[in-house]
């Protein structure tokens, strides 16, 4: 089965940047999607960003344009990079794999996901 490690996390202060990454081992990497999630304190786990693996990027509308999802195939790893950080986006930060990609529209569904990581703490200050 596939594994998957989270790293990166940390404490920044707002508008500041701060790049997560997720590593996995186990099974073929290449054809699958990838997608990060985040839970903040008391709230449920929502969509990030998600990337298939020819490349096509999904993102939540509260991260456009701050924040790019990317993968290095040859690494197995998928990264996320985070700019202008927002107190709000304080969280646990857990990647997440697809093994049998349908939809671009799925994507920011958590049920699709087969693989989860055991998460990193985000923590953005104000």
């Known amino acids: 089965q596939v594994q998957l490690v989270e790293s990166g996390g940390g404490l920044v202060q707002a508008g500041g940047s701060l790049r997560v990454s997720c590593a996995a081992s186990?099974?073929?990497?290449?054809?699958?999607?990838m997608g990060w999630f985040r839970q903040a304190p008391g709230k449920e786990r929502e969509f990030v960003a998600a990337?298939?693996?020819?490349?096509?990027?999904k993102y939540a509308d509260s991260v456009k344009g701050r924040f790019t999802i990317s993968r290095d195939n040859a690494k197995n790893t998928v990264y996320l990079q985070m700019s202008s950080l927002k107190p709000e986006d304080t969280a646990v930060y857990y990647c997440?794999?697809?093994?049998?990609?349908?939809?671009?529209?799925?994507?920011?569904?958590?049920?699709?996901?087969?693989?989860w990581g055991q998460g990193t703490q985000v923590t953005v200050s104000s």
């Open positions: 997440a794999l697809d093994r049998t990609f349908h939809s671009m529209a799925l994507l920011s569904r958590d049920a699709e996901y087969d693989s």
């Open positions: 990337i298939t693996w020819s490349g096509s990027t």
């Open positions: 186990g099974r073929t990497f290449t054809t699958y999607a």
